[in-house]
């Protein structure tokens, strides 16, 4: 997780500048009245630097301490534990467009080419998504797909250059059943192939396009606290990697107020 703050603190400089009459013979020429005008102004202004409102030293600026590494003598890995799939791409076949205009795909034969390739998940015996691959069927009818209520479990599709090409890439979601779980997926064109650069599952409470970036958000069991993950392109690897993975503060958690006891024959 990455948690950084920084604070910053402004100081106004304040410059007091008093320009002084050095002949007498000048002075002489300037009234009483223009005197003391003159005289009740330079009051209000030394006056005013010692009130409230004047500028008040923060104190002493903390000492920046740099990180103190633990166990030293502990060899550094050199492979991670486990395999994350950080840049797994995908193929998807059958799937094409004229000019390469992701815009001419449909989204619901993407999520059918996903379901064929991934029998285990979806429609075998025993697959945690048969619902997904049971209301594909809703898929196609009028009012059935989009906003996620509907029968059809393809969401809405979204479209936004990701990679940095000048062209459009295609973000679509689709509901992972029976369950809470919703898949997100980006796809793009390359050498004339549809291919999938991001997937992610997971329960969501908020998916977002940020410039280059897709935002995940997650709920967590902590009341008041989320899980935020921001998957971005990288040109090397040619997919969207996980370059962010925080748990957040959303406010102050939900107490529910404990019901008043009820008054008894005897109270009365």
């Known amino acids: 997780m990455d948690a950084s703050r920084t604070s910053r603190a ?7 500048r008093v320009s002084r009459v050095s002949r007498i013979s000048r002075i002489s020429r300037i009234s009483r009245a223009t005197l003391a005008v ?6 209000t202004v030394t006056s005013a630097c010692g009130d409230a409102g004047g500028l008040r030293g923060a104190g002493p600026t903390a000492t920046a301490v740099s990180p103190a590494r633990l166990w ?16 797994e791409t995908e193929t998807v076949k059958g799937v094409t467009a004229p000019g390469d205009d992701i815009h001419k795909v449909d989204p619901v034969a993407v999520v059918r080419a996903e379901i064929a390739r991934h029998a285990d998940t979806y429609t075998a015996d025993g697959s945690p ?20 209520t509907g029968a059809c479990p393809v969401l809405k599709a979204y ?32 050498r004339h ?13 908020a998916v977002q396009l940020a410039g280059r970036a897709v935002i995940i958000r997650s ?15 990288d040109a ?11 748990f957040l503060r959303t406010g102050e958690p939900q107490r529910l107020t404990p019901p008043l006891p009820a008054s008894s024959a005897s109270a009365r």
Request: aromatic fraction near 10%; charged fraction near 20%.
């Open 219 to 233: 709920p967590s069991q902590i009341p008041g606290y989320e899980y935020r993950t921001q998957w971005t392109w």
């Open 10 to 16: 402004a100081r106004p400089a304040l410059a007091l």
């Open 38 to 43: 003159l005289a009740l102004a330079l009051a």
């Open 129 to 148: 998504y048969t619902g997904t691959a049971t209301r594909m069927a809703a898929c196609g009818r009028k009012g059935g797909s989009g906003g996620g």
């Open 236 to 246: 090397d690897q040619k997919a969207m990697l996980l370059t962010r993975d925080e």
């Open 159 to 190: 479209y936004r250059d990701l990679t940095g090409d000048g062209r459009d890439d295609m973000a679509l979601g689709f509901r992972l059943l029976p369950g809470n779980g919703t898949a997100v997926r980006v796809y793009t064109f390359q």
């Open 193 to 205: 192939r549809l291919v999938q650069i991001m997937a992610n599952d997971d329960a969501v409470t």
């Open 72 to 87: 030293p003598e502990l060899p550094a890995a050199s492979s991670p534990a486990w395999d994350y799939g950080e840049a």
